[in-house]
């Protein structure tokens, strides 16, 4: 079992408040900067792993690349180190928002779709992340709305951070030759089953952007629809198997009651495609083509919205008596021209 290390000074300076999120190989708590008097996280390498080299690599590396690649859109980390009985520990910005998990998972058993333009707003946002990530030589491999944070804003929009940087991939040309190897075969797939990619589950050596991108393919999926493209209950490597070998079903047809628009469903089934090259040719294009998506149907609407009115004015004009009909021509003429609307008794 994982100690709880609650209420305890950390490297002298970090005092540690309470755990706000665990898993099997770290823990994060909530915690008071001393010196700066200053809230932030403490993520800590669960001490069963802090003794096996290539768990530690990969701790210290998601460490020092979140902190080389800042983005507005990615968790910032400021500090790390090790204690002298030999916890390791690094320091992010605390957050005070919820993952995209828990928003889209409100009960214990109750799952939900969200509105079509929400979803353009945090998929473009987590894209703007990758786009970053991937131009300084970095591959998430583990996009999945347990790493996405939403930040609420006064407008009631949301700001998104990206978290968990601690499976990514650091390309040729952009590795820091100093650093330990990471990741190697003895460690399995690395990934979530439910959004991983055909070349992940293959094993495919060289990650690529378009890796990343399926992610978000199953995360858009997941969120226009209230369900996931591939799920078993039997097995995650049957999951894992339908991402290779099965088409998903669109997500018009899997949810024909939510109106999600055909030009967004074709760039969700294009980011899922099979191959890496048949994706989007990057997060950039597809951020771009999601927020150019979202302000032609804006537009779209408005024009309906504004023929309407128009018909209703029509109607309204021609249903009314000859010298009514003056009356109100005079009246929309000044208010159309900026003058005072008149207003006439006949």
């Not at 690349?65 to 180190?81: P, S």
């Not at 939900?112 to 990758?130: F, G, H, K, T, Y």
């Amino acid at each position: 079992m994982t100690p709880d290390y609650s209420n305890k000074l950390l490297a002298e300076r970090y005092y540690l408040l309470r755990r706000i999120g665990y898993g099997g190989m770290a823990t994060v708590y909530e915690a008071v900067d001393r010196e700066l008097n200053k809230q932030v996280a403490v993520k800590i390498l669960n001490p069963h792993y802090a003794s096996q080299a290539d768990y530690l690599a990969r701790f210290r590396q998601e460490a020092r690349e979140a902190a080389r690649i800042r983005h507005e859109n990615l968790v910032d980390v400021t500090d790390q180190g090790s204690t002298p009985d030999g916890l390791a520990y690094f320091v992010m910005e605390f957050l005070r928002g919820e993952t995209l998990q828990t928003f889209l998972h409100p009960g214990e058993d109750e799952s939900r779709p969200v509105p079509w333009r929400l979803m353009v707003s945090i998929v473009a946002q987590v894209c703007d992340a990758l786009q970053h990530a991937h131009e300084h030589g970095l591959i998430h491999r583990d996009i999945k709305p347990g790493n996405i944070v939403l930040l609420s804003r006064r407008s009631g929009e949301f700001r998104v951070k990206v978290l968990d940087l601690g499976i990514a991939k650091v390309l040729q040309g952009h590795r820091d030759p100093r650093a330990p190897p990471t990741t190697r075969a003895s460690q399995g797939t690395p990934g979530t089953p439910e959004y991983m990619s055909p070349e992940q589950v293959r094993g495919t050596p060289d990650a690529c952007p378009q890796t990343d991108l399926y992610a978000v393919g199953v995360m858009m999926y997941r969120m226009l629809t209230g369900t996931l493209p591939f799920y078993s209950e039997l097995s995650p490597y049957d999951v894992m198997e339908q991402h290779c070998k099965q088409l998903p079903e669109p997500p018009r047809k899997r949810a024909p009651s939510l109106e999600i628009p055909e030009a967004l469903e074709r760039e969700v089934m294009r980011a899922l495609a099979k191959r890496p090259e048949d994706r989007q040719a990057s997060a950039q294009e597809l951020a771009d083509t999601l927020r150019a998506l979202e302000a032609f149907e804006a537009r779209r609407e408005r024009m309906l919205r504004e023929d309407d009115e128009a018909h209703t004015l029509q109607y309204q004009v021609s249903a009314d008596p000859p010298h009514r009909t003056t009356a109100r021509l005079l009246s929309y003429m000044a208010a159309g021209l900026g003058g005072t609307t008149l207003s006439t008794t006949l």
